[in-house]
């Protein structure tokens, strides 16, 4: 079939085409958006066109496929954020988060004050989950002065809670593994 032909039988099908899209959708604006890309289809795959076949029904074809690839893309979209919103919707609480982020800030203000040996004791084991025996060789001290040290930091930042668990809401429970 000539391209003058083949303009000519694709400008016919366009009524159709849209009154099918109209149906399928039921909106205009997506009607008409689908009966655009089923064209644009159509004309970047003339080279996969079979004149033996109409043209109108492999338009009919091109369009009913890109309306259910839209409406399977669609489903999945929504059923994919469900799922996103459902789970940061019960496990995101923002003032919950600001309390935290607020205690985090002074735990490590009082940390700041901390004597310095028994600061990186606490920092190294308790944050960064190091082993007693890897923080006294590091710090080249017996591991019984890295045990003292740790007790001490621990003492004096587990009485610091206590006195502000009163003042401003802090808990143990915040620290988790620090205790």
Same mark, same amino acid.
């Given at each position: 079939?000539?391209?003058?032909?083949?303009?000519?039988?694709?400008? !016919?099908?366009?009524? $159709?085409?849209?009154?099918?899209?109209? /149906?399928?959708?039921?909106?205009?604006?997506?009607?008409?958006?689908?009966?655009? +890309?089923?064209?644009?289809?159509?004309?970047?795959?003339?080279?996969?066109?079979?004149?033996?076949? !109409?043209?109108?029904?492999?338009?009919?074809?091109?369009?009913?496929?890109?309306?259910?690839? *839209?409406? /399977?893309?669609? +489903?999945?979209? *929504? !059923?994919?954020?469900?799922?996103?919103?459902?789970?940061?919707?019960?496990?995101?609480?923002?003032? $919950?988060?600001?309390?935290?982020?607020?205690?985090?800030?002074?735990?490590? +203000?009082?940390?700041?004050?901390? =004597?310095?040996?028994?600061?990186?004791?606490?920092?190294?084991?308790?944050?960064?989950?190091?082993?007693?025996?890897?923080?006294?060789?590091?710090?080249?001290?017996?591991?019984?002065?890295?045990? *003292?040290?740790? +007790?001490?930091?621990?003492? $004096?930042?587990?009485?610091?809670?206590?006195?502000? =668990?009163? *003042?401003?809401?802090?808990?143990?429970?915040?620290?988790?593994?620090?205790?």
């Amino acid at each position: 079939m000539p391209d003058d032909m083949l303009k000519t039988e694709m400008i !016919r099908a366009l009524p $159709k085409l849209r009154s099918f899209a109209l /149906r399928l959708c039921r909106n205009p604006d997506q009607a008409d958006d689908l009966v655009q +890309a089923t064209c644009e289809r159509a004309i970047r795959s003339l080279d996969k066109f079979d004149p033996a076949t !109409r043209l109108d029904s492999w338009m009919f074809r091109i369009l009913q496929n890109l309306y259910l690839n *839209s409406a /399977r893309d669609t +489903a999945n979209r *929504s !059923r994919l954020l469900g799922l996103v919103m459902a789970d940061y919707n019960e496990t995101y609480d923002g003032v $919950k988060a600001a309390n935290s982020s607020l205690e985090l800030q002074q735990v490590q +203000a009082f940390i700041e004050q901390l =004597e310095e040996d028994n600061k990186i004791v606490l920092l190294m084991i308790a944050v960064e989950g190091r082993s007693y025996k890897d923080v006294a060789d590091e710090l080249n001290v017996p591991i019984g002065t890295v045990t *003292s040290r740790l +007790a001490r930091a621990r003492l $004096k930042l587990r009485d610091w809670l206590e006195s502000q =668990e009163h *003042s401003n809401g802090v808990t143990l429970r915040s620290l988790g593994g620090m205790m």
